[in-house]
């Protein structure tokens, strides 16, 4: 393509750009979505993007101004991102007020017998992450390690360190996540295929969880004194409670919450791999295809869950709505900075960014998934957010995978080694870093030494998986 400026001066001011990203959110704490547009516009305009938009003519196309590169780009991420993630808030936030992951930790407790717990609870976790968000679901979950940890007269770190592994895990590969959806949508990625990979690998990763939890409770942590206080005050003379829960009100039951959160995932995959086998234009594949569309899945699991979990438990309709609204106000954030990433994607797109790094990859002969995995990796320890990483990521990759003419399956593998390098290096620009040492007492040093080496390992053996499916899984 015919770049504004030379190839090298466009891989500059890409790195200045990210340069800029880091310090503005790092260094200054300014806000995401508002640094991240910033830096669009800074970007735009040093790279050589007219500043309004400039109409066709016989011989050059339209170019968008930098301006309405931004608009654009946080348009079509939004266009699915959006709905996706605020009904799949609405569908966690229904599961967390019912008392849902009580019923899940100790139905799976009463499974593997009281020796397995953290077996147990690592199993639990791994499914009440799909719908919750990893920091809403953690610290949900929080009341239920601590019980289970007096009881067993044992740090909580021993039950909380696998779970919090695998619900990361989740967190960065499995839609509805926010990162993942806004990365699929800027590649262009199914998110039916996304979601089935993302799932099919989650299951080594909870049990790689488990064991690498175990690995590291090798030696003993001293708890930091305020999360020992906190502990140390937990009751257990009446098991594991859910403090979301009104006077006399039950948790539903396991196999309900199992039912709520399998129902989407069924759907999606139906759409996905039974649509096809009927033929296109028909009836059928219609339908179908329609039933495993994600926000269609995600309607009909809210619906299930408003009945069971609301109405049938006695819920008020005002309360319903009141749980469902509540939901909102953390996934507009969440949604509206996985919208400017897709802005600062489409600037990277319009001003030859992003062909600059494909035609730079392509001559160091660095395989693009490899470069999938190692950039949003090196996105995610700068800066701290795994949606960020994940959709910068793929706005730098998408001239590249574009170009690579890839069918639907190994598409959807290269937004998964985004998401998975997006998965390690958690450290102390992260929320979840802070959130997991605060709760499990690791002082910051141990922290350090135990989760921010966990995640990594974790996200280079989600990468493995990935990598060895995309060699195995035929082309076409």
Partial sequence: ???????????????????????LIIRFKVQSFYAIILTSIVVGVAAGLPLTTVAATDTEPERLGVVQAIIAGVGGTLGSVAVL???????????????????????FTSWLGPKRVAVALTAAAAILAIPVFFD????ILVPIIYAFAKAAGVNPIKFGLPVAGIMLAVHVAVPPHPGIVGGAAVLGADVGWITILSLLISIPLAVAAYFLGKWFNLREFAMIPAAKEMFDAFGTEDGPRNGTLADGERAPSAWTILG????PLALI????????????????????????????ALVVAIAAAMFALGVRRGWSAAKLGEVMESALPAAAVII??????????????ETGIGGAVAETL????????????????????????????????AGLLLPTVQAMGSDSVHLALVALAIGYG??????????????VTRYLGLSVKDGLRVWTPMTTVLGLLGFGFVAALYALIPAG
């Fill in 336 to 349: 509206l900075v996985t919208g400017a990433g897709g802005g600062f994607g489409r600037i990277l797109t």
């Fill in 136 to 139: 809403a679901g953690f610290i």
């Fill in 1 to 23: 393509m015919g770049y504004t400026l030379p190839l090298p001066a466009l891989i500059a001011v890409g790195l200045a750009g990210i340069a800029l990203l880091l310090l």
């Fill in 269 to 296: 995959m139906v759409g996905t791999t039974i649509a096809p086998m009927f033929p296109a234009g028909s009836t059928w594949n219609g339908v179908l295809a329609m039933v495993g569309q994600p926000i269609f």
């Fill in 422 to 435: 997006a998965l390690g290096l958690s450290h102390v620009n992260d929320s979840g870093f802070w959130i």
């Fill in 362 to 393: 392509a001559d160091a002969g660095i395989p693009v998934l490899l470069a999938a995995f190692l950039m949003s990796l090196i996105m995610r320890a700068a800066q701290g957010s795994a949606t960020v990483a994940i959709t910068t990521t």
């Fill in 85 to 107: 993630v605020a009904l799949g808030s609405m569908l966690g936030k229904i599961i967390e007020i019912s008392g849902g992951a009580e019923s899940l930790a100790g139905k």
């Fill in 260 to 263: 709520i959160i399998v129902l």
